[in-house]
């Protein structure tokens, strides 16, 4: 309850954030002059309730899509040792994390992930694949497992709903204001919308849109180094290196659908500007970051 609260009170924040800005910088008294006319207030609602009602519905639905789009199945009652040790695993390291028990499943792809996914710390999905419990040992398993429920223990699907949805808002919101503003002040459109409108909110949408990504994706990257932290606290270091070490050496791209692939413990790979849209941080680079925190614990 405290995180949709969280949720929501960020949402009206932006819109009054937005509304405040906009009226001291002198935006309506301007568009006024200019004939434009613009509800900025309308706008704005408009704008926060499409950018964030998308990112909520996702999140809400987020385990039902991600069953569907890889054929997990949730383990309700552990058929052999290995799903009895999957469970046991994790509902250790959930009790240490501190957070309710995740649901567990096993999806059928020869790729080396795992990912999470959820509506809360107390309402996720854990979610590993074949190839994984085929190609790693029991350690560096466990170590991926702690990655994923610290991502559900850090709030990470939360957080990344609530980037979405502000991400969002902004771009509904200033691809229309541009549109409008070019419809009023270039094309003199005195009542409605005319075509410039329609075109040029689209292309300020798909534009602000690689910008919005860009900003996700950082955010994405950067809570990958955070879930190998807390997966080296709940595993140990040594086994969350191990098995960062054993997804380097696994060949092929991972294969989760696109919804899913930011919240998998192994992403694409990319340099320059490709780089910039990546979901998760190179593997080097993520090995580095845990080798320096245990050395530093080690002194």
């Known amino acids: 309850m405290k995180r949709i609260f969280l949720y929501l009170a ?4 932006i819109v009054l954030v937005l509304g405040i800005t906009l009226r001291l910088l002198g935006f309506e ?6 004939g434009v006319g613009l509800d900025i207030n309308s706008l704005l609602m408009f704008a926060a309730v499409f950018g964030f009602g998308g990112s909520f519905i996702s999140l809400a639905i987020s385990k039902w899509m991600a069953k569907r789009a890889t054929g997990a199945r949730v383990i309700e009652t552990p058929a052999n040792a290995i799903e009895q040790w999957l469970v046991s695993t994790v509902r250790r390291q959930a009790e240490a994390a501190g957070i309710g028990m995740p649901e567990v499943a ?3 792809a020869p790729d080396v992930n795992a990912f999470a996914t959820g509506m809360s710390r ?3 999905l ?3 694949s074949s190839g994984l419990l085929q190609s790693m040992d029991r350690d560096e398993a466990e170590a991926v497992l702690a990655h994923e ?3 559900v223990a850090n709030g990470d699907m939360v957080t990344l709903a609530l980037i979405q949805g502000v991400v969002n808002t902004f771009v509904i919101f200033l691809s229309r204001v541009i549109g409008h503003v070019v419809d009023r002040v270039v094309f003199k459109v005195e009542r409605g919308h005319g075509p410039a409108f329609w075109i040029t909110a689209i292309i300020a949408e798909i534009l602000l849109g690689i910008l919005a990504s860009i900003i996700v994706m950082w955010f994405s990257r950067r809570r990958e180094f955070q879930a190998d932290a807390g997966g080296a606290r709940l595993a140990g270091a040594g086994k969350m290196i191990a098995a960062l070490e054993r997804l380097k050496r696994s ?10 692939a930011a919240f998998g413990i192994s992403g694409g790979l990319g340099s320059g500007i490709k780089r910039l849209f990546m979901t998760h941080p190179p593997l080097d680079e993520r090995i580095a970051a845990l080798r320096r925190a245990a050395a530093g614990q080690g002194r």
Request: hydrophobic content about 40%; glycine content about 4%; charged content about 10%.
């Open 126 to 128: 854990v979610a590993v």
């Open 29 to 34: 008294r301007i568009l006024d002059e200019q």
């Open 10 to 13: 960020t949402n009206l924040a």
């Open 251 to 260: 060949s092929g791209q991972p294969h989760l659908p696109d919804q899913l």
């Open 106 to 108: 096993i999806y059928n």
């Open 122 to 124: 107390n309402n996720a």
């Open 149 to 151: 429920v610290s991502h």
